[in-house]
């Protein structure tokens, strides 16, 4: 894009942002209300909302991309969430941060939670073999002396395992749980546990049916009961060609049109890439990431397991990221992001949180090629960055009472003398 024509986009911003910009939805529940009102009405989070609105604007007419939703969050409060474009391009439809999306991999953090969940409750342990809980579950390994995997290798991508179960991505036609079962044991493994980082959707739906044979119920259920209902999040779903599902649309082709995907079934890879979701609901996870205290109702982990879940434990070969448990971990520079991605016929997801500033974005797409991790990246240091710094507590500041300090020699030693407090010291 020419320089005058980027130009031209960002003045025109604000009328195209009139034209596809969505209302911003109203905050989740406030723990401190006047800290979020602050934060909303500060001039630079507002200032780097419209710097954001311009770029994206120009990216939607640039590449001519159907629709995104985007929400940040501080701590508690989903601070900021809009749409641009539409759901559905033929009729219409604007985006919003109700719209739902298939979240793909995101369906990893969930499953990752579930585990840690049932960890607390001393029905599993991180270093357990996989074939505890699942007597069939048998790879050819890498090496003949190769241990057995563990859970926590399924969940941080060094198991070892093959990325896929099938060829699923091509024909969209995705295995179900028992098929799942018997191709298993025809499964070469490519590395042996712990050796690297390897990602894999088969190790996360292999997770997803032990979490199925440790606590009785469904992944589905599972999840329905003890994550999205103690958060609130009643848009999502797993699975489900739910009602307000936006239209995703695949790759821009050279003559300008987009092909429409049809709903497709994760079916036993759920647990891996089933989930569906809206910004709302997903600000509602993105906060408890950010809580402190005991499992229980909203805290659906302890602080200990979400400090484990967002711990490195898997670097990649070339050492500038890896994984923690469900989560893609990186740094960049003075800061630490935990984040994850997801794609999936006609969608591609990011959530992208900075811990230690308590702050998180989500980007939610219905292009397959929106690169929705560098729009989740704008974000986070545009919008995020200012809210970060506005939900900043207040340095503390210590007052210094000037005082004058003189020097004076008197009979042979040298007097140090405080003015203002009387107080003389001798110093040899």
Excluded: C
Excluded at 88 to 104: G, L, N, S, Y
Excluded at 344 to 365: E, F, R
């Amino acid at each position: 894009m020419s320089r005058f024509m980027l130009n031209r986009l960002i003045v025109a911003g604000g009328v195209l942002g009139a034209l596809i910009v969505s209302p911003p939805t109203a905050s989740l529940r406030a723990q401190s209300p006047a800290a979020a009102t602050s934060v909303v009405s500060d001039a630079e989070v507002l200032g780097a909302q419209r710097l954001f609105n311009a770029w994206l604007e120009g990216q939607i007419l640039y590449r001519h991309l159907p629709g995104i939703a985007v929400g940040v969050v501080a701590d508690q409060e989903l601070i900021w969430a809009t749409g641009f474009g539409f759901a559905d391009t033929e009729k219409k439809t604007p985006m919003t941060p109700q719209t739902k999306f298939r979240m793909a991999s995101h369906s990893k953090l969930f499953t990752a939670t579930a585990i840690m969940q049932l960890r607390e409750q001393g029905k599993l342990r991180l270093d357990d073999p996989v074939s505890k809980y699942l007597p069939w579950f048998q790879v050819k390994t890498a090496e003949s002396e190769d241990p057995p995997i563990t859970i926590e290798e399924l969940l941080t991508h060094s198991s070892g395992l093959p990325r896929e179960a099938g060829d699923h991505w091509t024909t969209l036609e995705f295995p179900t749980t028992e098929q799942l079962r018997a191709i298993m044991a025809e499964r070469q493994a490519p590395f042996s546990p712990g050796v690297r980082w390897k990602y894999s959707n088969l190790a996360f739906s292999v997770a997803g049916q032990v979490i199925e044979a440790v606590s009785g119920q469904k992944w589905a259920d599972y999840v329905q009961q003890h994550i999205y209902q103690p958060l609130g999040m009643t848009s999502s779903s797993v699975d489900q060609d739910a009602s307000g599902l936006a239209v995703g649309y695949n790759r821009l082709m050279p003559d300008g049109t987009r092909g429409v995907n049809r709903f497709v079934d994760a079916r036993g890879m759920a647990a891996a890439t089933g989930i569906t979701s809206t910004v709302e609901d997903m600000a509602r996870f993105v906060s408890a990431q950010f809580r402190k205290g005991r499992m229980g109702g909203r805290q659906i982990l302890s602080t200990g397991s979400l400090r484990e879940m967002h711990r490195v434990r898997m670097l990649e070969n070339n050492w500038t990221q890896g994984n923690a448990i469900g989560f893609a971990v990186r740094r960049e520079r003075d800061k630490v992001y935990v984040s994850h991605g997801g794609s999936y016929p006609g969608y591609q997801t990011n959530t992208l949180l900075q811990l230690d500033g308590k702050v998180g974005v989500i980007v939610l797409t219905n292009a397959d090629d929106s690169n929705a991790g560098a729009i989740a990246t704008q974000l986070m240091n545009t919008v995020g960055e200012a809210v970060a710094k506005a939900a900043a507590p207040a340095a503390e500041t210590t007052e210094w009472v000037g005082e004058i300090v003189r020097f004076v020699e008197e009979g042979g030693r040298v007097v140090r003398m405080f003015v203002g407090d009387g107080f003389v010291e001798r110093v040899r």
